[in-house]
């Protein structure tokens, strides 16, 4: 259209008032577009250049991460982040093992622990990984995080072959956890496995602005509708082509092409307004185009490690049968401690005596705390506190020359790190462990020898872990077990408190674990080894006849005591779920950590209330058995749902919209042992059978997937790094801040644009409106009714600041906001800018235009420019007062806003004397014709406002 305007035939004005408007909206959006992407850039860069060791054959050097490539040897310190996908070579432990934290990748809060390669591991010096002629083959770049195919083979100066699993892996985004590693590069950039299980990511388009462009589509639709109806009433005598066309044009202020600019700028209004508000501190907007989202969220899809919890645990009771124990007496546990080893001898013969004593609360807390303390896979490491080099354990052989070191926990599980501090804390320390052996000290300062002889670890599976030792001192030998209470409670003697006493502790949110134990002969445990070692050896159905052997001794077991641990929630983290939900807001966790964790979670944080039943999903592997849970799960009425990863994948396999309809009724639902593409494919399958709004909120880099799938995706600063935060559109410092950011500033946002939207859309009604009344009265002339600047000024000088001030209006003020979150539900219906909406503004405009139009042509005198005079001031002062009509509260910068460009319009009148005539407009008959052509396009809408305020009130006024 602005070309056209180099074209005389169908030329309506000067060519400034097509071009001018353009050329500025396409100013402001490749600006704002610029600004977008150079944040981006700058964010990515970043991360590229963190720098890195490469160890080379003239020595380290040091690279930034976007410069490594596959084959490359780097070297990893402590708490580092792993650049690329690694197979360990060496580490700076003697056994070759090292420890890594993986909750950036797969959620689980546990330290993984990896295995070097025996045979660099075994060589003198990292120099002489150039001495060798060897080779690593990988298998293609693959999703799943959990396995691992590879070989090394080495060809010189000796021949060995090694087959590598996961155990012998380093992947990228994963944590250092302890000592330093040498990694072989083996995938980088899109092929690593972090890349992989991320989702591409997508430009976001706000539904505002989709619902605006319907809007605008129907505005195109009446414009051509207009210009056919004006042709067809003018007729098609002479060059009708040139006629439609310049009718088009003349039509064309019905679609807003400023109303880009000021949604654009009041997106960056808003973007400032977050990051100003002194309520959520360090806010950072890294997308200003979707702020109105955030008023009308429907789902919020929530990472629970790190974002809803701190990942820090802690020990907060310790139950015996008959007496309890928690921080108020833990005190008393240390106490009993000491007096038993103070009374206790250690000579062989004097233990036997005392193993036959009755069994008192002095020595059934002992052993308790001696199970804890040994039944674990922790491992203490020394960092002196003066040059802060790692100690070597074996070198160590006094208790008071750990004194002044600095002792650090490396465990595949946070719970057992506190479970070990606990013990810490009341007398018995954890000295010394290696793969043969652990040492205490107890209270009585004497140390406390075990020989490991076997070790079976935690698995999802089992969920228990056992460990058989024997004491150095006395030659003893028992089985420790500790696992969840559905497991340990069938293979513990009889009891009649355990069960009661779990649930209690679940009810407090805390993880319960029991502990038991079972003494052994000397004779049954050759019986067991020798059993158990035939059964490594098998070659078919080895685990099964593992477990087998295992569960020989798993029976009758002494129960001797449950513990509970919390996993410290974020603070405030109960009042903001508890808010959302009373925001309307349906809130699901998807998780990566195990089923107990993530159900402990959730009640501990009053995501899944008290009162509400829970339904756990029974693990399905076929079609039949998916239909028959979700059958029962139908029967089930308002009941939280939790369900695992493998479970979910069958369901939606096979009853995709069935399962989305039961969880979407569910009040709370909780995926645990999720991937990272499963988090993400469950906020697309919500969008895609709810149409609702999502927003997904996580802290770790297996939540980026999550992040950029949904509408909102908000990112937390945690202390495991930044690349949440970084992928996100708005990134958080903590949990609690999303209150504020969607009740308080999604609610603003999404209604200033839908009041913007609106009254820019009017601006363009009234105008084509006034210009159509105009074109049948002079016989369907296509001549614009406002020439040159006046259609120009009209929606920027005179009009534009006005209007762009409706972004600083609200409706309720933040602590009605936060007090009522109720008021919050209505946004998601979209009922602020709707058809219906958009059309009753239509009937506005149509009338105002043709009171102003019709009042202007009866009024005027002689001359055609009196006409435009009194239409035009009219206009003006009419859509000045229409600001006020619209807004629900008053701004001082509105008055300011109004009173400027009504003395620009008033100075306009004589600086344009071409447009207006001078004397006529200095006329009282100027002043009261469009004083009353004004009173009658507004003081209707003011009565008709007053009385739908007082006969239908809408719900946030009750609580002004």
Same mark, same amino acid.
């Given at each position: ?277 002194? +309520? ?97 896979? $922790? ?69 406390? +020898? ?159 209330? +008290? ?23 139908? +029967? ?179 602590? $009605? ?144």
């Amino acid at each position: 259209m602005a070309c056209s305007q180099f074209i005389p035939g169908i030329r309506i004005g000067y060519p400034y008032t097509y071009w001018g408007p353009l050329s500025f909206v396409l100013l402001v959006t490749m600006i704002r577009e610029a600004i977008d992407d150079y944040r981006r850039w700058k964010r990515d860069s970043e991360i590229n250049s963190m720098k890195y060791v490469k160890l080379t054959k003239l020595g380290r050097v040091t690279v930034k991460s976007m410069k490594i490539k596959v084959g490359d040897l780097i070297v990893v310190e402590k708490d580092q982040r792993l650049p690329a996908d690694m197979v360990l070579i060496r580490t700076s432990e003697k056994t070759g093992s090292c420890f890594i934290r993986t909750d950036q990748l797969d959620g689980e809060t546990d330290w993984k622990l990896r295995l070097a390669v025996t045979s660099t591991q075994a060589l003198n010096s990292d120099e002489e990984l150039f001495d060798i002629a060897a080779q690593v083959y990988a298998e293609k770049p693959q999703r799943d995080i959990h396995s691992f195919i590879g070989t090394y083979s080495q060809t010189s100066p000796t021949v060995s072959r090694e087959s590598l699993a996961i155990d012998n892996t380093l992947w990228c985004n994963t944590v250092l956890a302890s000592g330093t590693a040498i990694g072989l590069v083996i995938y980088t950039g899109k092929e690593t496995r972090s890349a992989m299980n991320n989702s591409e990511p997508r430009s976001k388009v706000g539904l505002l602005d989709l619902e605006v462009n319907q809007l605008t589509k129907v505005l195109f639709g009446a414009v051509i509708s207009l210009a056919s109806l004006m042709l067809c009433l003018k007729g098609f005598d002479g060059p009708w082509y040139k006629y439609m066309f310049r009718f088009v044009l003349l039509f064309s202020y019905l679609i807003p092409i400023s109303l880009r600019v000021n949604l654009d700028m009041g997106k960056a209004y808003y973007t400032w307004c977050i990051q100003r508000d002194k +309520r959520i501190p360090d806010t950072v907007v890294r997308s200003t185009t979707i702020a109105e989202e955030l008023g009308r969220i429907s789902y919020l899809l929530s990472d629970k490690t790190g974002t809803l919890t701190q990942n820090v645990m802690h020990f907060r009771k310790l139950h015996l049968g008959t007496v309890s124990y928690s921080n108020e007496t833990f005190d008393e546990v240390a106490s009993l401690l000491a007096q038993y080893h103070s009374q206790t001898p250690v000579s062989g013969h004097s233990q036997a005596l005392a193993s036959k004593m009755r069994r008192n609360v002095i020595t059934r807390v002992e052993d308790a705390v001696k199970a804890i303390a040994l039944c674990h896979n $922790v491992t203490p490491v020394y960092e002196d506190t003066e040059d802060d080099v790692i100690i070597d354990l074996v070198s160590e052989t006094e208790v008071n020359q750990h004194e002044r070191q600095n002792v650090t926990y490396q465990a595949s599980s946070p719970d057992e790190v506190a479970l070990v501090s606990w013990t810490e804390s009341v007398g018995m320390r954890l000295i010394s462990r290696d793969l043969t052996s652990i040492e205490l000290c107890n209270p009585g300062g004497r140390r406390e +020898r075990y020989t490991i002889l076997q070790v079976f670890p935690f698995t999802s599976e089992t969920k228990r872990m056992g460990i058989i030792l024997r004491d150095e001192a006395t030659g003893d030998i028992a089985l420790y077990m500790k696992g969840a209470d559905t497991v340990m409670s069938k293979l513990v003697e009889f009891n009649d408190w355990l069960e009661e006493e779990c649930g209690n502790m679940a009810r407090e949110g805390l993880r319960t674990l029991v502990v038991a134990k079972r003494n052994l002969t000397p004779e049954e445990y050759t019986d067991f080894e020798a059993r158990y070692t035939a059964a490594k050896m098998a070659v078919v159905d080895r685990a099964a006849k593992q477990s087998n052997v295992i569960a020989t001794l798993e029976h009758n077991l002494e129960l001797l005591c449950l513990t509970g641990v919390e996993d410290k929630l974020q603070d405030n983290v109960r009042s903001t779920l508890e808010l959302l939900k009373n925001a309307g807001i349906k809130i699901w966790m998807l998780t990566g950590d195990k089923l107990e964790t993530a159900t402990c979670i959730a009640k501990s944080s009053r995501l899944i209330s +008290r009162t509400q039943n829970i339904h756990v999903f029974a693990d399905v592997n076929n079609r039949a058995e998916a239909h028959e849970e979700l059958n029962n799960f139908r +029967r089930k009425q308002d009941c939280a749902l939790v369900i695992k990863g493998e479970s979910l994948e069958v369901c939606l396999s096979n009853y995709e919209f069935e399962f989305l309809e039961l969880a979407s009724a569910s009040p709370c639902v909780v995926c645990c042992r999720c991937s990272p593409t499963q988090k993400a494919l469950i906020v697309e399958l919500i969008k895609k059978y709810t149409g609702k709004r999502t927003a997904a909120i996580g802290d770790g880099g297996n939540d980026v997937s999550m992040i950029q799938a949904a509408d909102a995706g908000i990112g937390i600063v945690g202390k495991e790094g930044r690349q949440a935060a970084l992928a996100s559109d708005f990134a958080l410092t903590q949990f609690s801040h999303i209150g504020r950011l969607l009740l308080v500033h999604g609610r603003r946002s999404y209604k200033r644009s839908a009041a913007l939207s609106q009254f820019v859309i009017h601006r363009g009604l009234i105008i084509s409106t006034m210009q159509a009344i105009f074109s049948a009265i002079f016989y369907f002339a296509s001549i614009a009714l406002y020439q040159g600047f006046l259609m120009v000024g009209f929606s920027t000088v005179y009009t534009m600041l006005p209007v762009f001030s409706l972004v600083l209006d609200r409706d309720v003020t933040s602590s $009605v906001a936060m007090t009522y979150p109720e008021i919050y539900r209505d946004l998601s219906k979209g009922r602020s800018l709707s058809f219906k909406t958009f059309f009753i503004w239509v009937l506005i405009s149509i009338y105002q235009g043709g009171i102003i139009m019709y009042g202007a042509l009866i009024l005027f005198e002689d001359e055609l420019i009196h006409i435009v005079a009194i239409s035009f001031t009219a206009l003006i002062i009419t859509e000045l007062i229409m600001v006020s009509l619209t807004a629900k509260t008053f701004h001082p910068l509105m008055l300011g806003a109004e009173l400027i460009s009504f003395l620009l319009y008033v100075a306009t009148l004589y600086i344009f004397k071409e447009y207006f005539d001078i004397n006529f407009i200095q006329s009282s008959a100027f002043l009261w014709k469009v004083t009353v052509i004004t009173l009658l396009s507004c003081v209707p809408l003011y009565v008709l406002k007053f009385l739908h305020s007082k006969f239908a009130p809408p719900s946030y006024t009750k609580l002004a």
